[in-house]
């Protein structure tokens, strides 16, 4: 009997440990994404309900910092440099505060995105950009607070943020054209010496096609008027598994020269080693 209560006693402890109590987040956790043009636009934050409260000018005073959500900092990520009202906000990730009022809005973007809330101590420093905006009246109840990315144009898109009555519109520019023409001068000059270096190193790895992975580092030694040590490297290499070692020790000899200028003694060391083992065969 005395062994059947410690089994039980010990069965409920270990239910005790393994359970987990889940319940609903008071205010749940928001993920979003919204490509804008050619711009990645992330945002994650909590959203608090109205649970019958006075909102703004109450919950959320008018003319103090507010966190804009709930719990650990609502950020917005930016994958291109964008335009905020009149100012340019570098590519990265930012907190998102605001100081309400009435008739207007301060919206800041904080590079510290890991404050719970608003920090203990305001830097300005971490300040990238203040932005002002007006604050509009809605015709229905936003229970939950909300941020969304909407009005899309190949130039801008609009982060609003909805609560209660009030949504708050801040427009920022993307910076489409310079990011599709750079995009069309890079495909139409074609590949580059490290795309033709990348190719001819993988081809050589793989083992797939020599003559190719030959062929492409001679385009990227033809592209690139520096003739980096690496380049010439990788092709004594491919020479060398061509059996080609005359070849092979020629140009691993430029790559020795090349890296002896740049002091890089471990490439230095690579193709001594390898002219040695060459000469040999």
Known sequence: M????????????????????????????????QVVGLTDVTVDYSRPGIKGRTIFGDLVPFGKLWRTGANANTTVSFSEDVVIDGKTLKKGKYALYTTPKADNWEVIFYTATDNWGTPDTW??????????????????????????????????????????????????????????????????????????FSSAQYYYQSGDDLKVALDYVNKALELNHDKPFWYNRLKSLIQAKLGDKKGAIETAKLSMASAEAAKNMDYVKMNRDSISEWSKK
């Open 2 to 33: 005395k062994k059947s209560i410690i089994a039980a006693v010990m069965a409920l402890v270990t239910l005790g440990m393994n359970a987990q109590v889940k319940t609903p987040a008071p205010s749940p956790k928001a993920h979003l994404e």
């Open 123 to 196: 830097d300005e420093s971490k300040v990238a950009l203040k932005a002002n905006a007006r604050p509009e009246m809605l015709n229905r109840l936003v229970e939950n607070f909300t941020i969304g990315v909407n009005n899309l144009d190949n130039n801008f898109g609009v982060l609003e943020l909805s609560w209660e009555k009030t949504i708050v519109p801040v427009k920022f520019e993307v910076p489409t054209r310079k990011t599709a023409t750079e995009s069309i001068k890079k495909a139409l000059a074609g590949p580059t010496s490290d795309d033709y």
